[in-house]
């Protein structure tokens, strides 16, 4: 495709497409307020140490498919959200990690361990409640 020779009336998604619509993988289970990636075929499954994953968002609803890869979806919000430390000391996520990526450990696990894992998002705070991650707003590089 050319470059624009003139004006262009460019659609705008409702809200910044701050809530996704996610075909869900076969078999597997999210769960209401849980990390949701999408696999390499783009199938949503919840968060998980695996490499080759991409943050979604929060799931806004607790979905099973019991069926055939798609068969099902899930709503997705993007946002910034508070999951679970690890409990892995040497490898928890600290004021020093904010406005850095952090990884997937779990469906609901923070952890600054990059090796084997997938990136959550981005630290935007760490304190006694969690670690406030902000998921599928922005591309976050390893």
Known sequence: MAALTAERDTTEIMGGARFLV????????IYQGSIVALDADGFAVPGQ?????TAAGRAEESVTNG?????????????VFIYENTADGANKVTAAHVLKPCYMEDD???TALA????????????????VAV???????SA
Do not use: F
Not at 67 to 75: H, L, P, R, S
Not at 117 to 129: F, K, P, W, Y
């Open 115 to 130: 090796t084997g894992a997938s990136a959550a998002g981005r630290v935007i705070r760490v304190d006694d409640e969690g």
């Open 67 to 79: 069926g055939a890869d798609g068969e099902t979806t899930v709503k997705v919000s993007r946002g």
């Open 22 to 29: 996610l075909p869900v993988k076969g078999g597997a289970t």
């Open 134 to 140: 902000e998921i599928g707003l922005a591309a976050v």
């Open 108 to 110: 609901q696990t923070i």
């Open 49 to 53: 140490k695996a490499e080759g994953l």
